[in-house]
């Protein structure tokens, strides 16, 4: 493994390895005194050292359109990483559901790619 500073590895959020989260929304948006609409909403935060490591070679990501929207919209949380929004729609019917799910396993798996980049890069094993 290569030289990190302390700071580096808690930017990974794992002890030992990259940490980061895909999650899998339920939005009921409330207008006056009633649920108007509800949407599903799949959020990703990458941790901050693999946000940096990536954004800072995105050009390793030219070929993988996910990933490089991913580093390229995300927003800086702070301390809570980057965040960007992998699908927003209103949750109407079944399909809805199904396009969530869809998006959400393209996510982690973006996720894992960009992790395992990370690791390679940091020779973690």
Wanted: hydrophobic fraction near 40%; charge should be negative.
């Amino acid at each position: 493994m290569k030289k990190i500073t302390k700071k580096q590895r808690d930017m990974l959020w794992g002890e030992d390895y990259p940490y980061s989260e895909v999650d899998l929304i339920v939005q009921s948006r409330v207008l006056w005194d009633e649920v108007s609409r509800v949407f599903l909403v799949v959020e990703v935060t990458i941790n901050p050292l693999t946000f940096q490591i990536c954004s800072q070679n995105i050009e390793d990501f030219k070929d993988d359109i996910m990933a490089h929207q991913l580093l390229t919209y995300a927003t800086d949380k702070k301390d809570d990483g980057y965040s960007s929004c992998a699908f927003q729609k209103e949750f109407t019917d079944d399909t809805v559901m199904e396009e969530a799910q869809l998006a959400l396993e393209y996510s982690e798996e973006t996720i894992i790619r960009l992790q395992r980049y990370v690791m390679d890069f940091l020779d973690i094993k």
